[in-house]
């Protein structure tokens, strides 16, 4: 008589009846895959882009910075671009640094997720400073279209931003309001009479240089950003930068390179898009309008999975300050990252001495 135990149908079968347990087991063993953008949503951003582009024609000159008698010419304005998925820890900060401004130098635009619960800080952080919000995710192109959409905004808010300084809740600012509004303007403006041009520069980031370019340029499947993107002119930066508005609607008008950035990755590990998109889109149309350089200083030292030095409180000194200001590059830093929620006690206490002092 034939033994169950040693009939090979039962290991078999064993094996069948695994399998649908294997795949539905494999979702969770495998690194989550980030949802891609539905149409509806690329859609809706779409019309937005659109109407920031209607508003704000290609080539329309900059607000003069020097109002001459009897001009009716405003004063260029920079519009912060706070993006954030967590409370405003540091908007006590903020809230001083921007007393420093008049309302007529500076907006303020907050694309907070909506999937997550934020505590409205008031103040210069009103709620009619929120603008209209959709889910953010790390390694996933919607950090792309959370930075387009706050640009968007504030195109068709206010024609008098000139420049566009996208930071998150995690930045803080090292100089005072005063210091950032002159380092952009004033300052820039005695460089372009030095270039004999009367065209602002973006402070972007644009390497080229990093090894992981390869992955990272793959990390939706190999090759499939042919050809919009040859791999020669892919590039990487910080995903913090300070845009001119030449460039911001040049950035919200793109349809090209979109079509690539948005699809999903197949690697998560190597998906960073927000770090690529700009950087790469900008190279690509204005290499010259750009610095190659960013002004948000950020420590890479000892970065654990894709995050950079994260500061805690005890590290906070004045001359912590002083060294996140050096550069090697025309400009000192004006913000810095990232700083945990515990800093915000040690920071004010030196906002005076020291960060607002100039
Ligand atoms: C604020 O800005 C003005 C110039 O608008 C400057 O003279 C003043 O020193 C600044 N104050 C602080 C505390 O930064
Ligand atoms: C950068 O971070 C490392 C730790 O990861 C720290 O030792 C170093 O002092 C930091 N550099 C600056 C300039 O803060
Ligand atoms: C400036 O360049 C030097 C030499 O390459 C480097 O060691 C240093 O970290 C750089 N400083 C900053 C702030 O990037
Ligand atoms: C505040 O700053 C001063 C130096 O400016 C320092 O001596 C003091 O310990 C700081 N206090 C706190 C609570 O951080």
């Not at 347990?21 to 659109?50: A, G, K, N, V, Y």
Request: aromatic share 12%.
């Amino acid at each position: 008589m034939l033994s169950l135990s040693s009939s090979p149908l039962i290991p078999t079968l064993l094996l069948l009846l695994s399998l649908p347990l294997l795949f539905l087991l494999i979702p969770h063993l495998l690194p989550p895959r980030p949802h891609p953008i539905s149409l509806p949503d690329d859609l809706d951003d779409l019309s937005l882009f659109r109407k920031a582009a209607a508003v704000s024609p290609p080539h329309r000159s900059l607000p003069s910075s020097k109002s001459r008698l009897g001009s009716t010419n405003p004063k260029p304005k920079i519009a912060f671009l706070f993006l954030t998925n967590s409370d405003l820890h540091f908007a006590p900060l903020w809230e001083i640094f921007f007393a420093n401004g008049s309302t007529n130098q500076f907006n303020i635009y907050v694309h907070a997720d909506p999937t997550v619960k934020i505590n409205p800080p008031g103040g210069v952080f009103s709620a009619d400073r929120f603008v209209p919000a959709k889910k953010t995710e790390r390694s996933s192109a919607t950090l792309i279209s959370a930075a387009r959409r706050l640009i968007a905004n504030a195109l068709i808010d206010d024609p008098s931003n000139a420049f566009f300084a996208l930071l998150s809740q995690h930045c803080i600012p090292l100089h005072s309001f005063n210091f950032v509004y002159n380092t952009l303007f004033h300052r820039s403006i005695a460089e372009l009479a030095q270039l004999g041009t009367l065209q602002y520069r973006s402070f972007i980031e644009i390497l080229t240089t990093k090894k992981i370019l390869w992955a990272r340029y793959n990390a939706r499947g190999k090759n499939v950003m042919l050809p919009e993107v040859p791999f020669d002119q892919f590039r990487v930066g910080s995903q913090f930068f300070v845009l001119t508005r030449r460039h911001a609607v040049l950035v919200i008008r793109d349809r090209r390179l979109w079509r690539k950035f948005r699809l999903p990755c197949v690697w998560i590990q190597s998906c960073y898009p927000e770090e690529h998109y700009f950087p790469t889109l900008l190279s690509m149309e204005d290499p010259e309008g750009c610095t190659g350089y960013t002004l948000t200083r950020v420590n890479w030292t000892d970065s654990i999975n894709g995050h950079p030095h994260t500061y805690r409180s005890q590290e906070l000194s004045t001359e912590l300050i002083y060294n996140l200001r050096k550069s090697n590059f025309t400009h000192s830093y004006l913000f810095a990252r990232k700083f945990s929620p515990d800093c915000l006690s040690p920071l004010l206490n030196i906002s005076n001495s020291v960060i607002f002092r100039d």
